[in-house]
């Protein structure tokens, strides 16, 4: 059943109006949401056991994510923008604990100096894996990171890029990854060449 109100008397959707406000506004729009949101994912993190460091970047990478489905189309609201937004950080904190509890934290041996642990950093060995997903360009940065550390399913990253099918995301996605290990696979080979 089509509306018989005249199109500019449709109100748009709750993910609609978001989508538009973001376009027209997206520094307003972001701010309002913050204000909104922040606080109970402040609230939530800090009484599952995380810091204010922590609530801030699961509430950024919430942003991120509702951003970018808001303005790709794929969003669907149900309740308020932030309260989908406090949702997310909900989940991704859930996400980041169990992620800690499978690689907990070790201290340092004893005999292990400051100086000497900044050896070992992976930026200092050439094996700083976001570097390398950072030079692959913004499009395989962006299906990577979607897969692997967000989660999403490939439905969902078609959509969000464009593409035609699912089957398509997969390609570029496999693509992405290859050029990823082979740019490690060239670093880590010329670092163990002996001379």
Same mark, same amino acid.
């Given at each position: 059943?089509?509306?018989?109100?005249?199109?500019?008397?449709?109100?748009?959707?709750?993910?609609?109006?978001?989508?538009?406000?973001?376009?027209?506004?997206?520094?307003?729009?972001?701010?309002?949401?913050?204000?909104?949101?922040?606080?109970?994912?402040?609230?939530?993190? &800090?009484?599952? &056991?995380?810091?204010?460091?922590?609530?801030?970047?699961?509430?950024?990478?919430?942003?991120?994510?509702?951003?970018?489905?808001?303005?790709?189309?794929?969003?669907?609201?149900?309740?308020?923008?932030?309260?989908?937004?406090?949702?997310?950080?909900?989940?991704?904190?859930?996400?980041?604990?169990?992620?800690? =509890?499978?690689?907990?934290?070790?201290?340092?041996?004893?005999?292990?100096?400051?100086?000497?642990?900044?050896?070992? =950093?992976?930026?200092?060995?050439?094996?700083?894996?976001?570097?390398?997903?950072?030079?692959?360009?913004?499009?395989?940065?962006?299906?990577?990171?979607?897969?692997?550390?967000?989660?999403?399913?490939?439905?969902?990253?078609?959509?969000?890029?464009?593409?035609?099918?699912?089957?398509?995301?997969?390609?570029?996605?496999?693509?992405?990854?290859?050029?990823?290990?082979?740019?490690?696979?060239?670093?880590?080979?010329?670092?163990?060449?002996?001379?």
């Amino acid at each position: 059943m089509t509306s018989s109100l005249p199109p500019q008397l449709v109100q748009p959707t709750p993910a609609g109006a978001l989508r538009e406000s973001l376009l027209a506004n997206r520094e307003q729009a972001l701010t309002r949401l913050y204000q909104r949101a922040f606080p109970a994912v402040r609230r939530y993190v &800090g009484g599952h &056991g995380g810091t204010l460091q922590d609530a801030q970047d699961v509430f950024h990478d919430a942003l991120v994510i509702l951003y970018e489905q808001a303005v790709g189309g794929t969003l669907v609201l149900t309740a308020s923008a932030s309260t989908y937004l406090v949702g997310i950080g909900r989940n991704l904190w859930h996400h980041e604990q169990r992620r800690r =509890a499978r690689l907990p934290h070790e201290a340092l041996p004893d005999g292990l100096e400051p100086a000497a642990a900044e050896e070992l =950093a992976p930026e200092e060995s050439g094996f700083a894996v976001l570097d390398y997903v950072a030079q692959l360009g913004e499009k395989c940065k962006s299906i990577l990171l979607a897969f692997y550390y967000f989660q999403q399913p490939l439905t969902q990253i078609a959509t969000a890029h464009h593409y035609r099918s699912v089957r398509s995301a997969t390609v570029q996605k496999f693509k992405c990854l290859e050029r990823l290990r082979q740019a490690v696979r060239a670093v880590v080979s010329a670092e163990t060449i002996d001379y």
